[in-house]
Nanobody, 125 residues
């Protein structure tokens, strides 16, 4: 299994970025997908997830209303559209995948077996 993130970069506060994650080596449509992030000196935290059943979406309170997760099962891709970015959103963003179907597990990084290498997002004030 390989997950490859792209789309990170430097943006001013209030701006937007779109992250992409290309998945290979798995039957993508059966996997829940998520984005996590880790800022320097902080633990990895949940950002957003999308289930494989019904495409239900889940968001951290800190990004709700600003970020949108989506998936394209035909292209084996998952996306994170980030609007109204804040300096506090600065972090390395990771794509993750797992077969879990439990909505509670979707928010838990320890439940994910597969991870990308991460992409840096920097928001300047």
């Amino acid at each position: 299994v390989q997950l490859v993130e792209s789309g990170g970069g430097l943006v001013q506060a209030g701006g937007s970025l779109s992250l992409s994650c290309a998945a290979s080596g798995l039957t993508f449509r059966y996997y829940a997908m998520a984005w996590f992030r880790q800022a320097p000196g902080k633990e990895r935290e949940f950002v957003a997830a999308i289930s494989w059943v019904g495409g239900n979406t889940y968001y951290a309170d800190s990004v709700k209303g600003r970020f949108t997760i989506s998936r394209d099962n035909a292209q084996n891709m998952v996306y994170l559209k980030m609007n109204s970015l804040e300096p506090e959103d600065t972090a390395v963003y990771y794509c993750a995948a797992d077969l879990t179907s439990d909505s509670a597990d979707l928010l838990d990084s320890t439940k994910y077996n597969y991870w990308g290498q991460g992409t840096q997002v920097t928001v300047s004030s």
